[in-house]
């Protein structure tokens, strides 16, 4: 019976550490292969940044820390606008699958006062059940001016941008 609780508790453990993410991906630099923003130089005034989500990200979430990372660098390079001159948000969709056959036997014994020890083994199996994870990941180049904006539709007033969309900023826990 103890071996029975065993089994069934590691794979309890091992499906509720694969499905766990701590939440949303905050706004950070991403490091390695760790989620977040990234960009790179270009040329002075022209970048190429990108912003990756963890599968709790929500599409419009990747797309605001995009935005809100060119109004920061952005003011950060002296500059007052940035014009998106090109932007795509990736879609990454897989199937998890969790459960689903153990490949051991469970095998015991037990005594009955009518047949003695009984030697027993039971098949340890579980239904597989599946769950789409999607990640974003979205990317824009842009090209930085200062002055004031214009009539430009695909430019941005970097101030606007990042006192509007500043209070939705959700840094990593440790951060301001």
Known sequence: MFRK?????VVAAATLLAACES???PYQPAAGYD???SEQKIENDRYRISFKGNSMTERDTVENYLLFRAAELTLQSGYDVFTIVDRDTDK???LRSYGGHLNSRLSYYYFSPRFGWIGAWEPYWT????????RYEAIAEIVMKRGPK???????DARQVSQNL???????SGAE
């Open 92 to 94: 990454d969709s897989r």
């Open 150 to 156: 214009g009539d430009d539709p695909s430019a941005f």
């Open 127 to 134: 239904p597989s059940t599946y769950e789409e994870v999607t």
């Open 5 to 9: 609780i065993l089994a069934v508790s």
């Open 166 to 172: 500043g209070p939705q900023i959700v840094r990593p």
């Open 23 to 25: 939440g949303p991906t």
């Open 35 to 37: 989620r977040g923003y």
